[in-house]
């Protein structure tokens, strides 16, 4: 905890099976390690975003970690796009306890030509019904977002990465925002903040990302703007990624850095707001 407040990042990549280290991920010990160093309190593990073949247990390496430290952990699955009738899936898919919703990535390949295509109404439909929160990396595909947003305003989605484009270094982030910014407008709409000493160029703490988070946390609020580190491609100190929003940026209220640090992404995933 800092100053009283839950600590929860809302992304961090867990390897592919239990047993295994380091593979595109971070093993469940030496996060917990990281995480009491950084006094994080929870992690939301986000699957590497490669669908596997058998979508009932692509998710199986990450929930075992939960399982096995619930009050840490919990999970955002994959999901395959490329079968309809894994819709069947998804009215069930919060009834494992570690499992609170689904997270998805458009960056490239076949999920990305679904939703260029708009062929994936089948599944938005499906995750508003069965109340599944969604996370979303679109980093050039923000109005297509906002538009299924609009269709459906009761699934509850969030941007990742603030809607950069991941392994990008900007010059000045603030020209890339406003396809973000617009989504404002949408209250079902969250942003993750996640990631971002790596989309700058200068060291902590970090000036070029102040006042880009100063738009986006007045345009959002803060109870819609969630910290995030994305810890297993960070290149600075974990604590450093922390304290960029629990030291730094005056603009925060107290309150406001309750919520952007972990309170918001628990409520808004419906994790239970305080450790056991």
């Known amino acids: 905890m800092i100053g009283g407040a839950v600590v929860c990042d809302s992304q961090v990549h867990a390897p592919d099976r239990p047993s295994s280290v380091h593979v595109k991920g971070i093993d469940a010990d030496e996060l917990l390690r990281r995480m009491d160093e ?15 073949p058998d979508v009932s247990t692509n998710n199986d390496a990450s929930l075992e970690i939960a399982r096995r430290h619930p ?20 009215a069930a898919w919060r009834s494992t306890p570690e499992m609170l919703g689904i997270r998805l990535s458009f960056a490239r390949g076949r999920h990305r030509e679904l939703l260029e295509r708009g062929e994936l109404g089948w599944f938005w439909s499906g995750a508003e019904r069965a109340g599944v929160p969604l996370m979303l990396l679109v980093p050039d595909l923000l ?29 000045d982030v603030m ?44 345009a959002f609020g803060h109870r819609r703007v969630f910290w995030g580190s994305d810890l297993t491609r960070l290149t600075v100190p974990y604590d450093e990624c922390v304290g960029l929003f629990a030291r730094e940026l005056p603009f925060l209220s107290s309150e406001a850095r309750e919520w952007i640090l972990g309170r918001g992404v628990m409520e808004w995933i419906q994790w239970s707001t305080r450790p056991s």
Request: charged share 25%.
């Open 175 to 218: 020209p890339a925002l406003p396809p973000l910014l617009d989504l404002a407008r949408y209250p079902n709409v969250a942003v993750k903040a996640s990631a971002l000493p790596d989309s700058v160029r200068d060291a902590y703490p970090f000036r070029s990302l102040h006042e880009p988070l100063r738009a986006v946390v007045e």
């Open 143 to 171: 109005p297509l977002a906002g538009e299924i947003a609009r269709r459906h305003p009761a699934l509850r989605i969030v941007i990742d990465h603030m809607g950069l484009t991941p392994y990008v270094v900007y010059d």
């Open 71 to 90: 009050d840490r952990f919990a999970v955002m699955g994959r999901f395959d796009l490329t079968r309809p009738e894994n819709v069947k899936l998804l």
């Open 38 to 52: 950084a006094r994080v309190d929870r992690c939301v593990i986000v699957p590497l975003a490669a669908p596997l």
